[in-house]
């Protein structure tokens, strides 16, 4: 696919017409603290990078003042010219200002001197460090092999070094935080229409959203591509059993049982098939399997899935028939973290079925293929040890594992059986598992079975807490990065930039260095024998344009197809079509369709199922300690239905236990109307072991120290939705 | 009878070949080190032009099926058939239509 770095006015200008001008001006800015009669500080400089506070990866504008050691960040602002974002930046965003603070950093390596959790460190140094994992990573590739030790890499750009630097090790282990979120709706979408599309909500007509939460669980572009199709009259349909504010700005919000998404979807498609209401020709000519489907969902009757949601029958009909005469400029939107149940790739099977059924792939206001954007890089010649084992140590627990990410809580349970082999080795970066993994006693259980666990991080996490040896890493505003490409749906993909800002405290490093030095001492250096400038060099070498673009305005949009970008083509599934049955799955003795199961009833004793999300203010563990977000988050609740808690005595405020089958925990109740009675919600990332976080330890909650431990049948993602709680005062002072 | 003989010779060609096809079950993982040793010095060296996603996994099983008709074959020098499966197995696994297509490493 050719790029170039000529923008296409009418989408972009488009799209930027939601900016506020005023983001262009770089205003005087109020430092917080400041006296109100000191003199205002003036930035004299921006810096465009790109945030890091999530997954979004939005446009940042920096305001700078001062040189050298006098340089700071004034204030961060959007980067205007940035199409994905609309110019604009959230409250984490703006808040990545305080973790500039050395205060709230680790600023040296750390080494564990007492018992893990005893918080007894000496600060050591880099030699010392380098030394230390040197000869340890040595011992487990010799004693263990190179797949004794297990690599957890985070999402930042420099995440890419450590898996470089596992291949090159050896460690075919490699973990990501995905198979804790995101993996059951990638491998649906990939198993059905061979990519994993993305939403096109500008220009949609009618979307239904299932537990998706856009207007507080932001997603750029999407949350704010809802908002505006909704201002120009698109309907919005929300299933959640929880009154988020997505449900309460939406034209219509059902409180679904939870678990039943699955017979709603199967409904719809039955409505949509037996009422001849999709396009024939078009389903016809880009899908396989429609007769066995339109047979499967026979007897999937809106009535019948009426009694599993608490759905109205009549209003599974009018949603499937407000799909079908909006598309395709429709969908059923396939939202992000899809880590609920068991049989969520199988539901999300479903999502991707019936979006099949309107015709909306590759169209504008349906699900769009993602543009092909490839920068280049140095390509790595790793080498092959025949002392290793045959394959990941999860390999064999799920039948369609993505291998590049594996399945973290499938790879706990090989740790702690110690088969098909040991390991005894964890390097992370960037990741916590302690704050995210479902069951918080099984993680550390299973750090307890390794000999040396190296955790990489800006703050001491949880994971860092309770490691052996603690790196500091800089925080974004402080790090080169290569280039890279963020998909922004309608907006197009860009290339974005990440510039150091201002210098990093104490000794922190960035990921690529420290990869780099230690692969050099394990003989590895012609894996890494180029450098950070190199790269970049090579990258902008590849695609013209894009070092004066991102000099300019900190990205460069590529002007490509949107639309149509697979017409003609075959799809990227076995049959080379958009696949409503399966024979992949089939052969693998999986359900070729998607069936439904209804939910098993909530155990006496424990009869509220907890469900997860997420804050517009705080993203999990990564940002809850954040002083100027934790203003806005001070802890979490318990949030509960009216009804349920005058039942059990209970009132807003009031301190409560909550009691699952691995954990108990103790925090604050809010009664929140409009919640299902049997269904109860707290944010992550509160509770937390971590002394160093000190807003979170033992305020609040911890989520993960509740959720049950279970995965996806298919792929191993982590399936946090499966726990039920029991709820009762608490009685000790607090 | 010759055309007897040519039905047979063909409808063991053809047997033999869906055999060969579904025979492409070697050391995936081997296969990408020596994919990368034997094969990327000459099909590009990253987002190269030729990739594990190039083509659909049935694609890769014709192929393997019937390796003399890859132009490059003579520059294969001695790689063993064992190594040759691999390199198969690995193209195999990781191709387009795949659970786990390659990505541009």
């Known amino acids: 696919m050719t790029t170039s770095a000529t923008s296409r006015p009418g989408r972009r200008a488009f799209l930027k017409g939601m900016v506020a001008g005023g983001l262009l001006a770089a205003c005087p800015v109020q430092t917080a603290g400041a006296p109100s009669s000191a003199p205002v500080p003036v930035p004299t400089e921006t810096v465009f990078t790109t945030c890091d506070m999530c997954f979004n990866r939005c446009g940042v504008a920096a305001r700078v003042t001062g040189q050298g050691k006098e340089r700071r960040i004034l204030k961060l602002d959007g980067n205007p010219h940035c199409s994905k974002s609309r110019g604009m930046l959230c409250a984490r965003g703006n808040a990545a200002i305080a973790m500039l603070d050395p205060a709230e950093r680790l600023t040296t390596p750390l080494l564990r001197t007492g018992k893990r959790g005893e918080n007894k460190w000496k600060s050591i140094s880099w030699e010392e460090a380098y030394t230390l994992m040197a000869?340890?990573?040595?011992?487990?590739?010799?004693?263990?092999?190179?797949?004794?030790?297990?690599f957890t890499p985070g999402a930042?750009?420099?995440?890419?070094?450590?898996?470089?630097?596992?291949e090159a090790y050896g460690s075919f282990n490699v973990t990501t935080h995905e198979s804790l979120c995101l993996l059951s709706g990638h491998?649906?979408?990939?198993?059905?229409f061979g990519e994993v599309p993305q939403p096109d909500l500008l220009h949609c007509d009618y979307a239904v959203m299932l537990g998706a939460n856009r207007f507080e669980a932001l997603v750029m572009p999407d949350t704010a591509d809802a908002m505006q199709a909704m201002r120009r009259g698109a309907q919005l349909i929300v299933l959640d059993p929880r009154p988020t504010k997505t449900a309460r700005l939406a034209n219509e919000w059902y409180a679904i049982r939870p678990g039943t998404d699955l017979a709603f979807l199967l409904a719809v498609a039955h409505v949509i098939i037996h009422e001849n209401l999709y396009d024939r020709a078009w389903v016809e000519a880009h899908t396989t399997g429609l007769e066995q489907l339109a047979e499967h969902v026979r007897s999937c009757t809106p009535q019948w899935a009426a009694a599993e949601t608490d759905i109205p029958a009549e209003a599974i009909i009018r949603i499937a028939r407000g799909?079908?005469?909006?598309?395709?400029?429709?969908?059923?939107?396939?939202?992000?973290?899809?880590?609920?149940?068991?049989?969520?790739?199988?539901?999300?099977?479903a999502f991707a079925i019936v979006n099949a059924l309107l015709a909306n792939y590759d169209r504008k206001g349906g699900l769009m293929s993602t543009p092909a954007v490839a920068l280049k890089g140095y390509p790595l010649d790793a080498p092959w040890y025949d002392h290793n084992q045959e394959d990941r140590v999860d390999a064999a627990m799920a039948p369609m594992l993505f291998k590049a990410e594996g399945a973290f809580v499938l790879t706990r349970e090989a740790i702690l059986a110690g088969k098909p082999y040991p390991v005894k080795g964890w390097f992370l970066y960037k990741t916590n598992p302690l704050g995210t993994a479902p069951d918080r006693a099984r993680t550390l259980a299973m750090m307890e079975k390794l000999d040396f666990i190296v955790c990489m991080d800006v703050q001491l996490s949880d994971t860092a807490f309770m490691s052996d040896l603690v790196l500091p890493a800089p925080f974004y505003l402080e790090r080169d990065d290569p280039y890279f490409v963020v998909q922004g749906g309608p907006a197009g993909p860009a290339v974005m930039t990440r510039s150091a800002v201002v210098p990093a405290p104490g000794q922190c490093k960035p990921a690529f260095e420290v990869m780099q030095e230690l692969a050099r001492r394990l003989d590895l250096a012609d894996c890494f024998n180029f450098s950070l400038a190199e790269l970049k060099a090579r990258q902008e070498a590849g695609l013209p344009g894009l070092k004066e673009a991102t000099a300019e305005k900190g990205l460069l949009e590529l002007d490509v197809p949107l639309y149509g970008l697979r017409a003609g083509q075959p799809f990227k599934t076995p049959s080379g079509r958009i696949e409503l049955f399966s024979q992949q799955y089939a052969d693998k003795g999986l359900d070729p369709m998607p069936v439904?199961?209804?939910p098993a009833k909530a155990p006496q004793d424990r009869p509220f199922r907890l469900v997860a999300g997420r804050s517009a203010a705080i993203t999990q563990s990564a940002s809850t300690n954040n002083p100027l977000l934790f203003e806005l988050e001070p802890?979490?609740?318990?949030?509960?239905?009216?009804?349920?808690?005058?039942?059990l005595g209970l009132r807003d405020g009031d301190m409560v236990r909550v009691t699952s089958s691995v954990g108990e925990e103790c925090l604050r109740l809010a009664v929140v109307p409009g919640m299902r009675?049997?269904?109860?919600?707290?944010?992550?990332?509160?509770?937390?072991?971590?002394?160093?976080?000190?807003?979170?330890?033992?305020?609040?909650?911890s989520i993960v120290a509740l959720q049950e431990s279970a995965a996806d049948a298919i792929c191993g993602n982590s399936a946090i939705h499966t726990t039920y709680v029991r709820v009762t005062r608490h009685t000790e002072t607090v | 009878m010759r055309h007897l003989k040519s039905v047979l010779a063909l409808t063991l060609i053809t047997c033999l070949c869906a055999s060969m096809a579904f025979a492409v079950e070697g050391n995936s993982r081997k296969g990408k080190f020596l994919y990368r040793k034997h094969c990327r010095t000459c099909h590009g060296v990253n987002a190269s032009d030729l990739s594990p996603s190039s083509k659909v996994q049935a694609d890769w099983k014709k192929l393997y099926a019937n390796m003399g008709?890859?132009?490059c074959q003579k520059d294969w020098g001695a790689i063993s058939d064992a190594d040759k499966k691999d390199i198969f197995s690995y193209l195999h696994e990781f191709a387009k239509d795949s659970p786990t297509p390659a990505s541009c490493q």
Request: positive net charge; hydrophobic residues 35%.
């Open chain 1, 135 to 150: 000869d340890k990573l040595r011992g487990i590739a010799r004693d263990h092999t190179p797949c004794g030790m297990l």
């Open chain 1, 156 to 166: 930042d750009t420099h995440s890419q070094f450590v898996k470089r630097f596992a």
């Open chain 1, 187 to 192: 491998r649906a979408f990939m198993d059905t």
């Open chain 1, 323 to 349: 799909l079908a005469a909006a598309a395709p400029r429709s969908m059923i939107y396939p939202g992000r973290r899809t880590s609920d149940y068991v049989d969520s790739t199988q539901i999300r099977r």
């Open chain 1, 596 to 598: 439904y199961q209804t």
């Open chain 1, 635 to 647: 802890g979490n609740t318990l949030d509960m239905a009216p009804e349920a808690a005058t039942a």
């Open chain 1, 677 to 701: 009675a049997d269904t109860v919600y707290m944010h992550t990332g509160y509770g937390g072991l971590s002394p160093a976080r000190k807003r979170v330890h033992g305020v609040g909650g």
């Open chain 2, 69 to 71: 008709t890859i132009p």
